[in-house]
C-alpha cells in the first residue's frame, strides 16, 4: 500500500510540471500612488515555495530614466514553479547602494489563480488572451485594502484598449 | 478527373513522400495526443491556392465534439465535428480572466495559406491525426506577421529548426510560443529559451539563451507575438 502511495505521488508531480509563461507589466499608471518614485531602480517578480519560504527571482525590469514605465508587458517561461506549490509577488527594490526592498506593489498570488486569472498561461487555446499583471496601483508605500480591485480595473482597461485594437 | 489524382502518402511517422504533378495529394500523420494541439498548413487547396479550413484536418482518429480553432484579426472562429463525421461552424464562448470571449462560427468559405495554421482541440485524443491537402513543395513560402497574436507553421512534412530560417526582424520583446509551450525569444538574431539570473548585490540582470529548443514537429505550429508596430516576415 504505501509503495502505491509512493507511486501516485510520483504521477501526480509528473502531472504538475506544465510548461507554462507569466505575462506581467508594472506601467507608469499602475504606481502612482507611490511616494517615493524616483528611488526605484528595479521592479523584480519573485515566486515563492510556499512550503519553504524559500523565494526564487523570475524576472526583472530595470528603471533607466527615473520613473517605472514598461511600455510593453513581458513575457517569462516560469515552468520552474508550475506547481501549488508556488506564489508570486512584484517586488520594488533600489540597488544604489546595495539591495534594497522598498515594497510589494501587488500581494503574494497562488499559481492557481494567476492561471484562473490568465495571467499564467499553460494552453495553447489560452494564449491569445493573454491579461498582463499588473503591479498594485497603490505601490508600495501604503497598501491599501482596494488594491486588488484597482489592479483588476487596470486589467480590464487594458482588456479593452486590446479588443479596441 | 479521379485517376488523374495521386495519393502520396500515408505518412509514416512525420514524412511525407509524393510524387510530384498538377494533382498530388499528400496525407501527413502528426503524432500528438495533446488535447489541444497547434495544427500545421502544410499544402494547399484542390488546383493550388488557399485551402479551406474546414479541409485541413482528416476526421479519421477525431470523434464528434472535437474542434478546429482558427484565429486571425484578434478573435477565434469555431468549427466542430458533428456526428457524420463533418466539420461544421459552431459557436462558442472561452472564459478568461477578463470575462467571457464570444467565438463566432467558422465560414464553410474561410481558408489558410500554407505557413498559417489552426488549433486542433480534441475531447479524447488519439496517438496521431491526420492533415490533408494538395502537396507542394515548390519554391519557398513567406509568413507575414502584423502586431499582435499570429499562429504560423513551417509549410513542412520534416521538423524544423527556426534558426534555420530567415526572419526580418523580430523585435526583442517579441515571443514564439511553441504547441509545449515553450517560450522563446529573440537574442542576438537567434530564437531561444531565455533564463534570466539575478545578481542580488548590484541588481544586474543576466540573460542566457538556449536556441537548441527553437524547433518545430513536422504538421505542428506556433503562436507568434508580434510586440511592434512593424511586421515580422519569416522565409520558410
Not at chain 1, 153 to 163: D, E, N, P, T
Not at chain 2, 51 to 58: L, P, Q, S
Not at chain 2, 84 to 103: C, F, L, R, Y
Amino acid at each position: 500500500m504505501k509503495k502505491l502511495s509512493v507511486l501516485f505521488v510520483a504521477i501526480c508531480a509528473g502531472m504538475a510540471a506544465n510548461a507554462s509563461y507569466l505575462y506581467w507589466q508594472v506601467a507608469a499608471s499602475d504606481y502612482q500612488n507611490i511616494t517615493e518614485p524616483g528611488r526605484v531602480t528595479a521592479v523584480n517578480v519573485w515566486a515563492v515555495n510556499t512550503a519553504t519560504k524559500d523565494k526564487s527571482f523570475v524576472d526583472g525590469y530595470r528603471v533607466e530614466s527615473g520613473t517605472v514605465n514598461m511600455s510593453q508587458a513581458q513575457m517569462i517561461d516560469v515552468s520552474a514553479f508550475s506547481s501549488g506549490s508556488y506564489s508570486f509577488y512584484i517586488e520594488l527594490a533600489n540597488y544604489s547602494s546595495g539591495y534594497q526592498n522598498l515594497g510589494n506593489t501587488v500581494e503574494q498570488t497562488p499559481y492557481a489563480d494567476m492561471v484562473t486569472k490568465n495571467y499564467i498561461l499553460e494552453k495553447p487555446l489560452s494564449v491569445s488572451q493573454a491579461v498582463a499583471w499588473h503591479g498594485g496601483s497603490s505601490g508600495y508605500a501604503a497598501p491599501e485594502p482596494t488594491s486588488g480591485l484597482l489592479m483588476l480595473l487596470g486589467v480590464a482597461a487594458l482588456g479593452l484598449k486590446r479588443r479596441k485594437a | 478527373m479521379k485517376k488523374l489524382l495521386t495519393i502520396a502518402a500515408i505518412a509514416a511517422a512525420t514524412t511525407a513522400l509524393a510524387v510530384e504533378s498538377s494533382n498530388t495529394f499528400g496525407i501527413l500523420r502528426v503524432d500528438s495526443s495533446a488535447p489541444e494541439t497547434i495544427v500545421s498548413v502544410p499544402w494547399e487547396a484542390a488546383g493550388g491556392g488557399s485551402i479551406k479550413v474546414k479541409d485541413v484536418v482528416k476526421t479519421a482518429n477525431l470523434h464528434s465534439g472535437d474542434q478546429l480553432y482558427y484565429y486571425a484579426g484578434g478573435s477565434y472562429k469555431l468549427w466542430q465535428l458533428n456526428d457524420n463525421g463533418q466539420w461544421v461552424g459552431a459557436m462558442t464562448e472561452i472564459k478568461n480572466g477578463d470575462g467571457t470571449i464570444s467565438v463566432p462560427a467558422g465560414s464553410a468559405t474561410d481558408t489558410l495559406a500554407r505557413g498559417g495554421a489552426i488549433i486542433l482541440k480534441r475531447t479524447n485524443p488519439a496517438s496521431c491525426f491526420h492533415l490533408y491537402g494538395q502537396y507542394t513543395n515548390s519554391g519557398s513560402s513567406t509568413t507575414c506577421v502584423a502586431n499582435g497574436y499570429t499562429l504560423l507553421a513551417p509549410p513542412s512534412t520534416a521538423e524544423t529548426d527556426l534558426n534555420a530560417k530567415t526572419w526580418a526582424t523580430p523585435g526583442a520583446n517579441d515571443n514564439i510560443i511553441l504547441q509545449n509551450m515553450t517560450l522563446l525569444h529573440y537574442r542576438n538574431d537567434k530564437w531561444g529559451k531565455l533564463t534570466k539570473t539575478l545578481d542580488s548585490e548590484t541588481g544586474a540582470i543576466t540573460e542566457t539563451v538556449d536556441p537548441s529548443v527553437a524547433k518545430i514537429a513536422a504538421g505542428e505550429g506556433a503562436w507568434y507575438h508580434n510586440n511592434q508596430s512593424e511586421e515580422v516576415t519569416v522565409q520558410w
